[in-house]
């Protein structure tokens, strides 16, 4: 499998005519999306890492982000709830305790929000996600109904985004704490832990859908879910970018103060 027979790829789907006969040729496919399609590639990011943003813009990033990052743990136990088969409920449990920690200790959510109160938002605000876009609502709430309604292997195929997701965190990571001096490593702790957890999870959905998915058609459902994740993401850097960047604001959204 090339990039040249992956042309016929759509904003939904790898196309009819394209035939994965193996596990091989699947893990290509699902490479080759990540390469074109994952967020880190959307404009808004690149402006993000790169120190092009003022503080109110990283602030509506952060605040947006946060509704994503805390219904991550809704999703997967949505997905757990999809399994019979105790082993994989076991695996995949580890990945709420990632994002909502445990008693004595601290998880992925309360990292993000030392993020958002490091960068000045009031952490009530932010919980109660009242000036989060529409749009970041839309995409996020979609993609726990996806989870729900879709099959098992899809359910778990839509995570495979977490196979790029070190990337991004390393370059985040270095561009944010180069560019910005408002942002300092204590609050950058929740990419960090990402460093190590996300190719932890990213394995094992990895190795589970090309042991799963037996047939073309198993296998083309999993990448268009891959598809519909990378969409996801990328579609909450549009409206970030229509609102902060190009100055769209929707009624009610967060308001960055002026500098």
């Avoid at 409920?89 to 992925?108: K, M, N, P």
């Avoid at 229509?242 to 604001?249: D, F, L, Q, T």
Wanted: charged residues 25%; aromatic residues 10%.
């Amino acid at each position: 499998m090339n990039a040249a027979s992956m042309t016929g790829m759509t904003a939904l789907s790898i196309g009819k005519d394209i035939k994965l006969t193996s596990a091989e040729e699947l893990e290509a496919t699902l490479r080759h999306i990540g390469a074109t399609r994952y967020h880190s590639l959307h404009p808004f990011h690149k402006l993000l890492h790169g120190g092009k943003l003022n503080k109110g813009q990283v602030q509506a990033w952060a605040l947006n982000r946060y509704y994503y990052q805390s219904t991550i743990p809704i999703k997967d136990a949505v997905v757990i709830s999809r399994f019979r088969d105790r082993a994989t409920r076991l695996e995949w449990r580890h990945r709420i305790e990632d994002h909502d920690g445990d008693v004595g200790s601290e998880g992925g959510i309360e990292r993000w929000l030392k993020l958002t109160e490091g960068l000045g938002l009031d952490t009530a605000y932010v919980e109660s996600t009242e000036g989060i876009l529409p749009a970041t609502r839309f995409a996020v709430e979609a993609y726990v109904h996806f989870c729900r309604e879709k099959s098992p292997l899809e359910a778990i195929a839509s995570s495979l985004t977490e196979l790029f997701a070190p990337s991004i965190h390393e370059e985040r990571i270095a561009g944010m704490l180069q560019h910005y001096d408002f942002v300092n490593p204590d609050i950058m702790s929740y990419f960090k832990r990402r460093l190590t957890q996300a190719p932890r999870d990213a394995n094992f959905a990895l190795d589970y859908v090309r042991t799963h998915a037996r047939t073309p058609e198993e296998r083309a459902s999993v990448c268009n879910a891959l598809i519909f994740k990378t969409n996801v993401l990328w579609v909450q850097l549009d409206a970030l970018y229509h609102a902060y960047v190009e100055g769209n604001i929707p009624p009610g959204a967060f308001v960055p103060k002026a500098s």
